[in-house]
């Protein structure tokens, strides 16, 4: 049965599952879907098109599925959909997405957001996600599988953050930064090099980081004069590059379509 605080208050359209904890002082709307297992803490607002999947829990005066922050478009029928297993820490804010994109923003599974991070319209979050203290994602930013974003970092519109990058604390990133790419140093920021503690802690082989260090500085090699998409497509043409998985994720990164290009080292 539905544990419900009897100081919160729970729209009664609100669909929760059977064992659904909703602490005191929560607002849940009318349009709100949560699934099994999941836990509002306390002083949590749950409101617009928003669907949880299961076991995510809440922390006090986070808000999710409120309207986007955006000047110029405000869609009243634009959803947020969450899935399993996630954290939302203290003062976390995920908005629906806007009129402007889809209409849709969306966070997958087993991520983590630490305290007053904030998801904004319309962006589109993988899994295994960490977001440090203050992290903020602006509009339309897409960050991939088992990223890290460090605290008080902010990542600009329409910038994609590719699987398993690290970007370090108070880093300001306005261009995509590549799958496994390292950014350190604070504003403005270049590409810093390979995330290789990430690499290691998610066991991948050592022969296979070897491979993606040595793509990394054939791609990234500063004192080669050759334009980088001619150096990109010599990288694609290589076997030993092509039939790594590692490299060919950063190569059908780098191929697609964005508003933004690529960082690069300084």
Partial sequence: MVQIHPSAIVDPKAELADDVVVGPFCTVGPHVRIGAGSR???????????????????????????????????APDAVLIIGDDNTFREHVTAHVGSEVDNKITRIGNRNLFLVASHIAHDCVL??????????????????????TIGGLAAILQFTRIGAGAMIGGMCGIVRDVIPYGLVMGGPRSGLA????????????????????????????NKEDATP????????????AYRTNALVRQVIDFVLHPSKNNILQPD
């Avoid at 949880?52 to 986070?62: L, Q």
């Avoid at 993988?126 to 990223?147: F, K």
């Avoid at 390979?194 to 040595?214: P, S, Y």
């Avoid at 001619?230 to 076997?239: H, I, K, S, V």
């Fill in 40 to 74: 509002l803490i306390s002083h949590v607002v749950v409101d617009g098109y928003t669907t949880m999947g299961e076991r995510n829990t809440v922390y006090p005066f986070a808000t999710l599925g409120l309207l986007a922050q955006h000047k110029r478009s405000n």
């Fill in 126 to 147: 993988g899994d295994d996600i960490v977001m440090s203290n203050n992290a903020t994602l602006a509009g339309h930013v897409h960050v991939g599988d088992r990223a």
């Fill in 193 to 220: 090099g390979l995330n290789l503690i990430g690499l290691q802690r998610q066991g991948v082989a050592k022969e296979d980081i070897i491979t993606l260090q040595q793509a990394y500085k054939t791609l990234f």
């Fill in 228 to 239: 980088f998409a001619e150096r990109l497509q010599a990288l694609a043409a290589r076997e």
